[in-house]
C-alpha cells in the first residue's frame, strides 16, 4: 500500500529536501521502516535500541496519535498520509 509521510524540517536534509515521500507499507511501522531503507539515517532518528519510537518522536495517521491507537502496529490503508512530528519543549 502507499502511504504518504510527511517529513518535518528537521529530518529533510535526509530526504534531499522533500517535506513529503511515499513508502509502501501496511502497518505504520512497516511504512517508517520503508522510509528508512530508502533515505539511510532516519532510523536512528526515530526508533530506540528496542525499535520503539523515541519518545520525543510523534507520529500521527491523520489527526490520531499512533500512539493511542496500536502504536507501530496500527494498519494504514493505501492512500493515508503519515505525520511525523518532533516533540518542542521550552519555556
Do not use: H, Y
Request: glycine share 14%; no cysteine.
Amino acid at each position: 500500500m502507499s502511504i504518504k509521510i510527511r517529513i518535518p524540517t528537521q529530518l529533510r536534509q535526509l530526504t534531499g529536501g522533500s517535506g513529503e515521500v511515499t513508502v509502501d507499507g501496511s502497518t505504520v511501522g512497516e511504512a517508517l521502516k520503508a522510509l528508512d531503507a530508502q533515505f539511510n539515517g532516519l532510523g536512528e532518528r526515530l526508533f530506540d535500541d528496542a525499535g520503539q519510537l523515541r519518545r520525543f518522536v510523534n507520529v500521527f495517521l491523520a489527526d490520531e496519535d499512533v500512539r493511542f491507537l496500536d502504536g507501530l502496529n496500527t494498519p494504514v490503508t493505501d492512500g493515508q498520509t503519515l505525520s511525523i512530528v518532533p516533540a518542542v519543549a521550552g519555556g
